[in-house]
């Protein structure tokens, strides 16, 4: 993703009008508190999906109207679903965001240092409310997802009827509804923005930039389809698998190479799990020959069509660059890191060296792990490695858990479609995203799979038993 323009604060309204603006935006967050202490969980987490899709973007920059009110839900969360064995995955949320605001001391811009904070609280919000929803019933959980459905085919069909029809595309970017629910620097467009989303060849449907589109919707497959497993009844599953299958269709549709890839490393690594904790021997063998095959295929490929990699060599190319720029600077920043804000500053210092011969443009690091360390040093760093890898360790040991069960079973399907979404969201963070948790509008989405991932329920058995071992203690 390319960043264009610096987010302004309320840009250059009178004094005036950001009064009236900041007690707006203050009742209504006055108003969604008292709600999260009043309606149930699972109503609460509805609206979260919805706000999530949505967004509403207004003079705050990224910090849009949707992510204020989910974080506004936290206090309401916290005092009814905050029990005494809450897990350690939202107690390290708790000090990331402490870590966080502490961070705004060495801060550039204290607008992006509490768009960093509202991002955690809002998914600490949300991780609690999705909790408390699967500890009651998974059905609530699913009620809220089909409540969601119908704006998740709106942004999936968007995608595909952008991509089919960019001028519709660039139509809807420059006018004012985009103001709405596309994030900030949609504007750019009308001015002839080199941003890739007018590349013709990607779309994002209501959000911006295709990356972050194709991330939201694999995810969001994912969830609809472990949601599909719970047997919700014959007309939600048939909706379920509709909302999963052209969630996914859209997220390969955009244009962004990495759903390309997650597509058929992840659920290959899922499978493998599976079987490795059954037939380790085996699962090695067929690893190592697949290993060889894939690397055989690519030097194929590369021999025969030598330009068809040339896209991915590029991009690989461009991340390598950035990330040696971080590298770079860690030893003398290696505590305190950039601050947030101060990327921008030093992408610019450092650019001619880094791309020399062209045109000054603000990438972020492509990296989760590299943007957690600029932000907010190394302490940010090691919460955001144990916040990416629990979940997925969660579920790995689930898998194991359930090693002396059936190979083929809807258990192992749920198994491994959860593990490849909150696997698909790390892997995609390794090249593309900023956070660990994608973005503003995967939040609450995050949140869901990420509290399914911890839970007993996960890969029970057909009559209904929870496998002996426990992954939820260590959550």
């Known amino acids: 993703m390319i960043v264009l323009?610096?987010?302004?604060?309320?840009?250059?309204?009178?004094?005036?009008?950001?009064?009236?603006i900041l007690a707006a935006a203050l009742l209504g967050a006055g108003v969604i508190v008292l709600l999260s202490f009043r309606l149930p969980a699972r109503t609460l987490l509805a609206g979260a999906f919805a706000l999530g899709t949505l967004q509403f973007f207004g003079p705050f920059g990224f910090t849009s109207l949707g992510l204020i009110a989910t974080a506004a839900l936290l206090p309401g969360a916290i005092w009814r679903f905050w029990r005494g064995n809450a897990h350690v995955w939202i107690g390290l949320l708790g000090a990331l965001a402490v870590w966080q605001a502490i961070s705004v001391l060495w801060a550039d811009k204290v607008g992006s240092a509490a768009y960093g904070v509202l991002l955690t609280l809002a998914l600490i919000a949300t991780a609690l409310?999705?909790?408390?929803?699967?500890?009651?019933?998974?059905?609530?959980?699913?009620?809220?997802?089909?409540?969601?459905?119908?704006l998740i085919l709106i942004e999936a069909w968007l995608v595909t009827l952008f991509r089919l029809a960019p001028d519709l595309e660039k139509a809807y970017l420059t006018s004012p509804i985009a103001r709405v629910f596309t994030e900030p620097g949609v504007e750019m467009i009308a001015h002839g923005s080199t941003e890739n989303v007018n590349d013709i060849f990607k779309a994002g449907g209501l959000f911006l930039n295709a990356?972050?589109?194709?991330?939201?919707?694999?995810?969001?497959?994912?969830?609809?389809?472990?949601?599909?497993?719970?047997?919700?009844?014959?007309?939600?599953?048939?909706?379920?698998?509709?909302?999963?299958?052209?969630?996914?269709?859209?997220?390969?549709?955009?244009?962004?190479?990495?759903?390309?890839?997650?597509?058929?490393?992840?659920?290959?690594?899922?499978?493998?799990?599976?079987?490795?904790?059954?037939?380790?021997?085996?699962?090695?063998?067929?690893?190592?020959?697949?290993?060889?095959?894939?690397?055989?295929?690519?030097?194929?490929?590369?021999?025969?069509r030598p330009r068809l990699l040339d896209e991915v060599v590029r991009t690989l190319d461009e991340r390598r660059r950035l990330w040696g720029v971080v590298f770079q600077r860690f030893p003398e920043n290696w505590f305190t890191g950039l601050g947030f804000g101060n990327w921008r500053l030093t992408i610019a210092e450092e650019w001619r060296m880094a791309f020399p011969g062209r045109g000054l443009q603000l990438f972020p690091p492509h990296n989760l792990f590299a943007q957690a360390w600029a932000d907010a040093g190394i302490i940010a760093l090691l919460l955001t490695i144990a916040l990416s890898l629990l979940p997925i360790i969660a579920v790995l040991r689930r898998i194991g858990a359930a090693r002396h069960d059936k190979l083929v079973s809807r258990a192992s399907v749920e198994l491994l479609v959860v593990f490849v979404g909150v696997s698909w969201v790390l892997a995609h963070g390794m090249l593309d995203t900023t956070t660990f948790l994608g973005d503003n509008h995967l939040v609450p989405f995050f949140a869901a799979i990420t509290a399914v991932a911890f839970s007993t329920r996960l890969g029970t058995r057909q009559d209904g038993r929870i496998p002996s071992a426990s992954v939820s203690q260590a959550a």
């Open 211 to 304: 990356n972050t589109a194709s991330l939201f919707l694999a995810v969001v497959a994912c969830l609809y389809v472990w949601a599909a497993l719970q047997r919700p009844g014959r007309g939600r599953f048939w909706l379920f698998l509709a909302v999963a299958a052209i969630s996914l269709d859209a997220s390969l549709g955009t244009g962004s190479k990495t759903p390309l890839v997650a597509i058929v490393i992840l659920p290959v690594l899922g499978v493998l799990a599976l079987v490795a904790v059954r037939k380790p021997v085996l699962t090695v063998v067929v690893a190592v020959a697949g290993a060889g095959l894939a690397a055989g295929a690519v030097a194929i490929v590369t021999a025969m």
């Open 129 to 150: 409310l999705a909790r408390e929803t699967i500890r009651s019933s998974p059905q609530g959980l699913i009620e809220a997802l089909a409540i969601v459905s119908p």
């Open 5 to 20: 323009a610096e987010p302004s604060f309320l840009g250059s309204r009178t004094p005036l009008e950001i009064v009236l």
